[in-house]
């Protein structure tokens, strides 16, 4: 049996922007958390996928936008993260364990006319999921992410930012947030600590940095640039891509790059005070992308 740790509810007691009833899946013993706001019924469903350190909170600016639209926002907490179980053992936490818990999820919830909205590890993980669910997904709103094929030198940005969570396993993630999004209220930087009341509950946090494929043989490339064919030749859905243009680690030029590498996808919507966690100016990326989709 797995060791986890779970963190008390108290922690997300009054959380700004963010009253959404808790929903709670369980695979091998492990309970993941997630949103699920809008009609149970929605054709389309937006499956929102956090990336590092960040958990569903991140969403909570689009998620209103989406749900008035009449769609169905589903945005689960990756292992590790936020209001899902945090297994204690670094080792635990691999590319195959994070896909495969996405899968199943995907599959327990039956979703299905699925857009996924991704950013960072949500990316890198939830890029190479329609390739294996082809029926259940219809679309991509992309934003500051990239496919971990391995083949691709790693940017000098995100090298030194592995290094520095490297040197600092005890990352504080609030901190790291209201830097890099200098809009937050101090109770909004806040709750990106709240899932975190000491260093133990931050393996997650600690290994994600090191699981971006780097080589190509390393775990998930070969995974990756099966999932890069498949968006290149295969894909048939609608697409828009939003980039925030401050991003030192997954900025315009990596943008660009997996733009190319997906079929149809148009010209981007540019950001230009937007960074790496792009949701936090998300309220018009969700009202530029529906509108985009519903002229499609």
């Not at 179980?85 to 995907?106: M, N």
């Not at 600690?206 to 043989?217: N, S």
């Not at 968006?231 to 939003?242: D, I, L, P, V």
């Amino acid at each position: 049996m797995t060791d986890y740790l779970r963190t008390p509810d108290d922690r997300f007691a009054n959380l700004p922007g963010f009253a959404f009833e808790p929903h709670y899946l369980e695979f091998d013993g492990l309970r993941m958390h997630y949103v699920d706001v809008g009609p149970a019924d929605a054709k389309d469903v937006f499956l929102c996928l956090h990336g590092e350190p960040t958990w569903s909170y991140l969403y909570r600016r689009m998620i209103p936008a989406i749900t008035a639209a009449g769609h169905r926002v589903v945005a689960p907490d990756l292992f590790g993260f936020g209001r899902s179980d945090k297994p204690v053992d670094d080792a635990w936490y691999t590319f195959d364990t994070h896909r495969e818990s996405l899968l199943r999820f995907i599959e327990s919830l039956d979703l299905r006319g699925i857009t996924l909205v991704c950013q960072d590890w949500g990316g890198l993980l939830g890029l190479t999921l329609p390739m294996d669910l082809p029926d259940r997904f219809s679309g991509l709103l992309v934003m500051n992410t990239t496919l971990g094929t391995g083949d691709v030198p790693l940017t000098e940005g995100f090298k030194a930012w592995r290094q520095w969570v490297a040197n600092n396993p005890d990352l504080d993630c609030g901190k790291l947030l209201a830097r890099a999004c200098p809009h937050l209220t101090p109770a909004e930087a806040a709750a990106y600590s709240a899932p975190y009341p000491d260093r133990s509950y931050k393996a997650g946090a600690r290994r994600f940095p090191q699981l971006v494929p780097d080589r190509p043989d390393a775990p998930g490339a070969e995974l990756s640039r099966r999932a890069r064919d498949w968006w290149r030749r295969e894909f048939r859905g609608r697409s828009f891509m939003a980039i925030g243009m401050t991003d030192p680690v997954l900025g315009p030029v990596v943008m660009e790059a997996l733009r190319a590498d997906i079929r149809g996808c148009p010209p981007p919507m540019q950001v230009a005070d937007g960074g790496h966690f792009l949701q936090e100016w998300g309220a018009p990326v969700a009202a530029a992308a529906l509108r985009h989709f519903a002229a499609g």
